[in-house]
């Protein structure tokens, strides 16, 4: 109830502060149904007066489970030579995939310091590879063709089928060929707008193989949101599908495709051709409008094609994909990663981070819509040879049990997903998980926002029945891969910890003036030197990249996130230190929800803060002013909550309009967030210096609008 519901959100909040206090108390390890060796190895720390299962290093801790690194000691003689030997380091791993042509010894190169220039980034120079080639192809030659690459489980349960890695490499060549017939080549982009069906990551890779960019649309944006982002990156073809349910919604994918070509049409782009793949269980082709002359079924354009099709060979640094993501100002970006040092890191940190040998059968229950669908569902496992489930439905559907009747079935190895998802399974009850037996699990994975320790020892204790190392894998769309994850098995864990950097990741933490902090520390997060699948620019304007990342603190990369270095070295991020908010793992810039507000012809102004969200992690907050003489009712408020939705999705509908006859702002009109952020908690007490406010009667105005 209510109480068990505002400790969990005190626990978040502590997640983000949380201090490991000097001298741990013994006391009986309570590890549930944890085996009696865990027990006696358990140690108890104590996070700000709340007792923590700390995990020791101790191998045997998990039994089933050989780690590629023996132990810590491997681990920083590794991360050592990966710092000061990066040519040497990724070469030795790059060596494991196919190049047609070698890259130079020297192949890297950087300059992170816009102080001395453009910021420029190079790795394997010289190369020439491709990695589609390198994740389907190669395996196939190598005699695993047969090996089962996707497991699509559908929204029912009853809804399956199975295809091998030749399957998917003939579809992959299909498409490629069809692509080609339409004169799509080399650097063109593609934009792909689908629900999760095999087919999405099929036409990622069709696309690689004929060296053209995709750019990914989550199935969830808006017409409106769709329409920027094909016309932004000027697509070729947008490839998309007749519908998709979710849940028990059933999406008109398709009509909502139409208006995105229809409004890209308006801002000065015209799609030529758009590629629809049936999706007969939401909407079958006799139900799908269909546009002549611009439409084509995806089975009709690939029926006829050759299951074979050239390898476009492409320069290590020849952009792979573009990826738009939110930032603290202006529109989203399109963020540039490029094939040969992405393709090796998004390898190597699959392969240590989830252990993942060839054949495991993993499971990210992430969209293709983002980057971890990229990174570890495209991409990743595929380069190692892994066996994935591509999951159409969503954790909650048809019960709160699904994920673990999944896992039994496939007998999934390796699980990666959300907090947020983490703390709805939870608040349904231990008993959905114990109704199926999870022995296949080896490692559960977390990604998208910080876990808070009780959710992170449920997921521990009651999930992997304290028998499978947590993974919590830091990263952001424009690091392409892990940049501090744990090494599952290899050192201690700590709940809520990210703990240490993955190889070649060298993070600092630094003050407002861009100092280094030294030791234990809490500052801003940057990262110092390059790693090989930093982004490479932002799409169409360099001189955004540069300012975004570069300009804020020279000579390192800017993540936007807070982080605290504790005594053994160990970060603990704490969560965006923008105007950038993540809810259920999605992250939204405040400036987009405001000016989805304020293009309501009713409304003045907006500003939109994040607050703690017991399951979505942050919710949205936006104050509105409404034009002279207009009068705030719920109708309007329904009307404004749509206006977001229509303009970005659903997800980033705001939780709370709170209606303000005027905005708390300094002198020079800047509005105080901080302020406004204290309010929407309730802790008007903790407001801190307000006295540059131009009017500060403002704040107790709202205060009172805000009620108890
Ligand atoms: C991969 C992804 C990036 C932002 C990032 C941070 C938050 C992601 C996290 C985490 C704490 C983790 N974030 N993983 N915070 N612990 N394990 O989510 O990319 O969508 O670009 O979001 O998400 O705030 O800056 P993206």
Known sequence: GEARRAVRAADCGRARRARVAGAARPRPAVARSVPDKTVAAAAVEVVEGHHVDVVPHVPSNYPHFTPFIENVEQYRAMYKRSIED?????????????????????????????????????????????????ALDRHVQEGNGDRPCFLWEGNEPSDDSVMSYKQVLDEVCRMANYLRSLGVGKGDAVSIYMPMVCELPIAMLACARIGAVHSVVFGGFSAEALAGRIADCKAKVLITSSGVMRGNKKIDLKGIADRGVEL???????????????????????????VEGRDVWWEDAVAGQSTEAEVEWVEADHPLFLLYTSGSTGNPKGVVHCTGGYMVYTYTTTKYVFNMQEGDVYWCTADCGWITGHSYLTYGPLLVGATQVVFEGVPTYPGPDRCWQVVDKYKVKQFYTAPTAIRSLMRSGDLYVKEHGRDSLRILGSVGEPINPEAWRWYHDVVGDGRCPVVDTWWQTETGGHMIAPLPNVWRQKPGSATLPFFGVLPVLVDEKGNELEGEAEGMLCIKQAWPSCLRTVYGDHERYQTNYFAPFPGYYFSGDGARRDADGYFWITGRVDDVINVSGHRIGTAEVESALVAHPKCAEAAVVGYEHPIKGQGIYAYVTLMEGVHQSEDLRRELVA?????????????????????????????????????????????????????PAVVQQLVELRGK
Not at 266 to 284: D, L, N, S, Y
Request: net charge positive.
């Open 86 to 134: 990066p040519d040497g380091f990724w070469g030795e791993i790059a060596e494991e995939f196919h190049w047609e042509r070698k890259w130079e010894e020297k192949h890297t190169s950087w300059n992170f310091d816009v102080r001395k220039g453009p910021i420029h980034i190079e790795w394997f120079k010289g190369g020439l590879t491709n990695i589609c080639y390198n």
């Open 264 to 290: 890209a049409a308006k801002e000065g782009h015209e799609v030529p051709t758009v590629i629809v793949r049936e999706i007969k269980h939401a909407v079958p082709r006799k139900d799908t409008k269909v």
């Open 643 to 695: 206006s977001v939705r229509s303009t970005i999705g659903a997800f980033a509908a705001p939780d709370v309009i709170h209606w303000a006859p005027g905005l708390p702002k300094t002198r020079s009109g800047k509005i105080m967030r901080r302020v406004l952020r204290k309010i929407a908690t309730k802790q008007e007490d903790e407001l801190g210096d307000t006295s540059t406010l131009a009017d």
